[in-house]
């Protein structure tokens, strides 16, 4: 299994860098076994059957981009550097893990000044990380990263504009609760409280998990053998009363469809014995083709990078030549990719067909 079996060719102009307004008016490509429909994704609550549930991501992205200045007295007289920080994860003891830009440009001990509530020591550096001590702790915390941070926009946007005031609303999803993401759940972007009503008075059931999408989902893969590929760890939880709900749907007969590749794998991890279990802790599940779903019966995506592990996860689902298809008609039909861009809605149909 190559890498190259995962490439296509994307137009740039495809790449959204603003998401649909209102939400839930973005496209939505339905793709029901070999048949693909083209809808919009308020159409989502007739393709759901009454009994069936979704699992959300409950997870907040903080405003994890910071801008400070690194000051230094030193035998060229007081100098002082811009330095960029992208915050990974918090660690045990209260720190954060963070890449620095430029790394080279700080020493341990050093302090980085991003407001004049918020600063940072640098306690350690390694591997082209750093480890950061902020002034701040608990909710003083929150507000000052608030005030001075910026959302952590995936590089492909970032590249093409920085971020802005909209981007803390757009960038959320609306029922986000538990901070710690450093980057959105993108396909719950979609939701808004008029299309959550409509799927609630349709007989749609709610599950809520936590999965921390970490930085990593956006790391490149480097292997020409996929199978060989290491994912990164994000942390996860899912409570014994989501659990509970998930097992009983499952018994009801209804479907198990998670929004987003994040809950997915979360929902796969917390059933490795077949059955959903309550569970927390850190993840690197990595499902590529072959992959034997033990609890999703349907997904809720948006279109990912040629060559990611999203790609290779939703090839798993329905198939690598169905999900050909179903991309070569999304960048005919001019479907928006990535973060802010469209939906799909992947209904595999019979157990069997997700090994095709």
């Known amino acids: 299994m190559k890498l190259a079996d995962f490439d296509f060719d994307l137009p740039d102009d495809l790449i959204a860098t603003r998401p649909a307004q209102p939400r839930s008016s973005a496209r ?3 793709a029901e076994g070999d048949a693909i429909h083209d809808a919009v994704v308020t159409d989502i609550v007739n393709w759901l059957r009454p009994g069936d549930r979704l699992v959300l991501n409950d997870t907040r992205v903080i405003p994890a981009r910071l801008s400070g200045l690194r000051s230094r007295d030193g035998a060229e007289g007081a100098t002082q550097a811009r330095i960029e920080v992208t915050l990974l994860e918090p660690t045990s003891d209260g720190s954060w893990m963070a890449l620095l830009k430029p790394l080279k440009k700080v020493r341990d ?3 980085i000044t991003f407001s004049p509530k918020l600063e940072a020591t640098v306690v350690s550096r390694d591997e082209g990380q750093a480890k950061l001590r902020f002034s701040l702790s608990g909710t003083d915390f929150d507000a000052a990263l608030a005030e001075a941070g910026a959302m952590p926009l995936p590089p492909y946007i970032a590249a093409k ?5 909209r981007d803390k609303t757009d960038y959320q999803t609306v029922w986000a609760r ?6 959105a759940p993108t396909a719950s972007l979609h939701f808004d409280d008029a299309l959550l009503g409509a799927l ?7 599950t809520h998990v936590t999965l921390h999408v970490g930085a990593g989902t956006f790391l490149p893969v480097k292997v020409e053998d996929v199978t060989t590929h290491r994912m990164h760890a994000e942390w996860g939880e899912v409570t014994q009363a989501a659990a509970a709900e998930i097992a009983a749907t499952r018994a009801d007969g209804g479907r198990i469809i998670p929004v987003g590749t994040t809950a997915l794998r979360l929902i796969e991890s917390a059933a490795a014995d077949g059955e959903i ?3 927390s802790g850190d993840t690197d ?3 590529y083709p072959g992959y034997e779903f033990r609890i999703t019966d349907a997904l809720m995506t948006n279109f990912h990078l040629p060559k990611s592990t999203l790609l290779m996860l939703v090839s798993a689902l329905m198939g690598q030549d169905r999900i050909r298809r179903i991309y070569a008609h999304a960048v005919d039909a001019q479907y928006r990719f990535f973060s802010y861009g469209d939906a799909s809605l992947l209904l595999p149909g019979c157990k069997s067909d997700s090994k095709a």
Not at 161 to 165: T, Y
């Open 285 to 287: 599940i990595f499902i």
């Open 178 to 183: 538990r901070p710690g993401a450093v980057a």
């Open 277 to 279: 279990r309550a569970w």
């Open 161 to 165: 504009r920085p971020a802005d005031d």
């Open 28 to 30: 939505l490509l339905v």
């Open 109 to 111: 001990g050093e302090v």
């Open 200 to 206: 609630k008075d349709r007989g749609i059931a709610f």
